[in-house]
C-alpha cells in the first residue's frame, strides 16, 4: 500500500493536522521510548512537515528544516510512523517522500539528521553515512549521518 504524502509549511498546518502530529510525536518519542523531554521545542514554525496519509489518518511523519537552520546542511528530523502501521514499509515512503521535498523546497539533496543508532542501517539504505562518533541526546544513543548531494 502507498501512503498518500503531502509537505506543509507550520501555517498550512490545519489545527486538526497539527494536534494528530503533536498527540503521533508524544505517543512515540515520550511514550513509546519512555523519554521525557520537551517535543515542543520553538522549532516547528520554521519546518516543513512531511505528512503520510493512511484512509485520511496521519500514520508517518517528519519535518524537515533549510540550510543553516538546523546543521549547516538541510535537516531531517522527527521520523516516524505510527506503531500500528510499521510492517508495512511506511518509513522508505516517508524518507523517499522527504527527500524529495527537501530537494523541491531548499535546492539541495545535502542533508544531515541525528539518527538513533538502532536505525542507522535504515537510513544508509537512503544513502546517509555515520559522520562522527556516537553521543547521547535526551538519554537515547544517537549518531550524525549526511547524505551528500547528487545533483
Known amino acids: 500500500m502507498k501512503l498518500k504524502f503531502s509537505f506543509k509549511k507550520f501555517e498550512e498546518l490545519s489545527l486538526t493536522e497539527l494536534y494528530a502530529i503533536l498527540q503521533l510525536r508524544s505517543e ?10 520537551q517535543d515542543i521545542d520553538g522549532k516547528d514554525a520554521e519546518a516543513l512537515h512531511i505528512i503520510g496519509k493512511k484512509n485520511d489518518k496521519i500514520v508517518a511523519y517528519a519535518r524537515c ?16 510512523v505510527s506503531k500500528k502501521e510499521r510492517k508495512q514499509e511506511f518509513a522508505h515512503q516517508l524518507m523517499k517522500a522527504s527527500l524529495q521535498a527537501i530537494q523541491q523546497v531548499y535546492h539541495t539533496t545535502t542533508i544531515k539528521l541525528s539518527a ?33 548531494s547528487n545533483l
Request: glycine residues 10%.
Open 65 to 80: 528544516f533549510a540550510p543553516g537552520f538546523y546543521f549547516e546542511e538541510a535537516a531531517i528530523g522527527r521520523v516516524l
Open 116 to 148: 538513533q543508532q538502532y536505525l542507522t542501517k535504515f537510513y544508509e539504505k537512503h544513502g546517509f553515512v555515520i559522520t562522527g562518533k556516537g553521543y547521547l541526546e535526551d538519554g537515547i544513543p544517537h549518531i550524525a549521518m549526511c547524505k551528500k
Open 28 to 37: 512515540i518519542f515520550v511514550v513509546e521510548q519512555d523519554c521525557i523531554y
